[in-house]
């Protein structure tokens, strides 16, 4: 009892010294913060086979206040183990994190396309790396990343570690050849081996390289929005249409359902649920049975590499997910985003297809998904009236930090006058209507002829003299001629 009592004691010490020190390098930059920033503007054109230009590290690229309101201490307390946060190794993760030196061709850096300027993303719909190269996702903020469960929309990192060793290979991102050839670019800089010296005490190497960029990412905490504000006491820090929107979230419009931690508490904190959902984005512009195919033969051995080159690089982009766990219910799932700032971080969803807070809320008044079988359960027609919509959206602003106050007053203009004049998403007779019946998940008829795989469970599959059928599998193996009756024909191997 004695040894255990001293255990706890112990852990709560150094956790308690971490988030000191949090503060502390919070506190350091706090008088360096400024209220102002370069803003937006539509992203520049882009020369043919050119990579977007290097933003500057500017002022908004410092670490964030352990002080802001709504600051969740005993989360990040949770999530931040001791000794990362060390202010060496944040100075040196911020400075790889503008370093263009890592990509390819020395043009690229992190910064490329999450633009502290820009709430650390690009304002494209979808990112642009080296050469020019366009990829299939849209870029999702840095700020608050260091509390999510897993990376990317489909999840596929756990860690930001895990997370910044991606992109410096990918060939639509920053295109090294290896991350080994990223360190050789800077292990002969002078600057560098000081650096990597005084925050791990040993030479430039790439586990160290990773760390601190994960370093500097953990520090980019950010809250401190009217909303905070509201909900810290000061009711006129918002409007009333935006608290009449907070109440809308957790009721009529649903939105808690998947953004907040659980169905029926408030969650006043991150707005996600940790989760993957098919809400309908992008799934009726694409043939997902043939991509889905695809996926299950160049994928099957589930390499990170190629799961990563696919989701940036090709069309079975859309599957989401599907491309993690190969099972048939997570086709064109996504991660569930947090909310916050997302009045800047636009454009909107995985593929950056919606232009403004108006139409997001559009889709989501329709309920979409009249032909897509895996649409998530919560997904309803909301009957939302224009009124309500205005109100939802003024939330959806209340929650931008102060850092991204002015920006973000000229986005809801822009947005605002956008939506006068178009409204692509807006279908007012579903949004009214009855639930529409869905189609139901394809069953599996047919199952792929190759069974030699043990299934799922371990067992081996039954097979009858025609096939061999896989009961006892994951969804996966029956997913070529599962989509027969869904999406044209299917073409079994
Ligand atoms: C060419 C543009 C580009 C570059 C360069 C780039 N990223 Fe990203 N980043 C993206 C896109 C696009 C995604 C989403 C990809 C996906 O989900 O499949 C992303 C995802 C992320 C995420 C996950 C956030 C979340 O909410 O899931 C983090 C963290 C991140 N990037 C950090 C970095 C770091 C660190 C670097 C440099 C080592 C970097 N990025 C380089 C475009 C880029
Ligand atoms: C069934 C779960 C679910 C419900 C209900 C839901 N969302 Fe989402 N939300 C998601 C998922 C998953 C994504 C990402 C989907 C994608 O990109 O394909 C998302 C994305 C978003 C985005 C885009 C964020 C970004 O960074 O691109 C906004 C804004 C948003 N949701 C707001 C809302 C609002 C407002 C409501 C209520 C009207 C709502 N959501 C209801 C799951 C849900």
Request: charged share 20%.
């Amino acid at each position: 009892m004695l040894t255990s009592g001293a255990k706890t004691h112990r852990m709560c010490a150094t956790s308690l010294s971490a988030l000191l020190l949090l503060s502390y390098i919070f506190a350091v930059v706090a008088a360096r913060a400024v209220e102002q920033d370069t803003g937006v503007g539509p992203p520049p054109v882009l020369a043919p086979g050119q990579a977007p230009p290097l933003p500057k590290r500017g002022p908004l690229a410092e670490p964030r206040l352990s002080t802001q309101v709504g600051f969740p201490t005993v989360l990040t307390k949770y999530v931040i183990s001791p000794s990362t946060l060390r202010p060496a190794r944040v100075a040196l993760g911020q400075k790889l994190f503008f370093e263009p030196r890592l990509s390819g061709d020395g043009t690229v850096a992190c910064a490329t396309c999450h633009d502290p300027a820009q709430a650390f993303t690009d304002g494209r719909p979808v990112s642009v790396g080296i050469h020019g190269r366009v990829g299939q996702r849209n870029a999702p903020t840095v700020l608050n990343a260091l509390y999510n469960k897993t990376q990317f929309w489909d999840g596929r990192v756990n860690t930001l570690e895990q997370q910044a060793a991606l992109p410096i290979t990918n060939p639509f991102e920053m295109g090294s050849a290896s991350i080994g050839d990223a360190v050789s670019r800077i292990a002969g800089d002078k600057d560098y081996q000081t650096q990597f010296m005084q925050a791990f005490g040993r030479d430039v190497n790439e586990q160290d390289m990773l760390s601190a960029i994960a370093a500097y990412e953990r520090t980019l905490a950010s809250f401190d929005s009217p909303f905070d504000h509201f909900i810290a006491g000061d009711a006129n820090a918002i409007s009333d249409s935006a608290k009449r929107g907070w109440e809308l979230f957790n009721g009529k419009a649903r939105c808690n359902l998947c953004h907040a931690l659980t169905d029926n508490q408030r969650d006043t904190t991150l707005f996600m649920d940790n989760d993957f959902h098919n809400i309908g984005i992008g799934i009726l512009r694409h043939h997902v049975a043939p991509l889905a195919q695809q996926a299950e033969r160049e994928l099957a051995q589930g390499r990170l590499e190629a799961i990563d080159t696919a989701s940036i690089t090709s069309e079975m982009s859309v599957l989401g997910r599907f491309l993690v766990t190969r099972k048939q219910s997570d086709i064109a799932s996504f991660k569930t985003p947090s909310l916050r700032n997302v009045l800047v971080t636009g454009p909107y969803f995985h593929d950056g297809s919606m232009q403004t807070l108006w139409d997001v809320m559009d889709h989501y008044n329709k309920g979409d998904g009249i032909t897509n079988p895996w649409l998530d359960k919560d997904m309803q027609p909301l009957a939302l009236n224009e009124p309500e919509i205005d109100d939802v959206v003024a939330f959806l602003a209340s929650l931008t930090s102060p850092q991204y106050q002015v920006i973000g007053d000229q986005e809801y203009a822009r947005q605002l006058a956008l939506s006068k004049v178009s409204r692509p998403q807006r279908d007012t007779a579903r949004a009214f209507g009855p639930k529409p019946k869905q189609p139901e998940p394809p069953r599996s008829k047919c199952i792929r002829l190759d069974c030699s795989d043990p299934c799922a469970t371990g067992k081996p599959p039954r097979k009858s003299p025609l096939m061999c059928r896989c009961y006892e599998c994951s969804e996966l193996r029956s997913i070529c001629c599962a989509f027969a009756g869904y999406l044209g024909e299917p073409s079994c191997m």
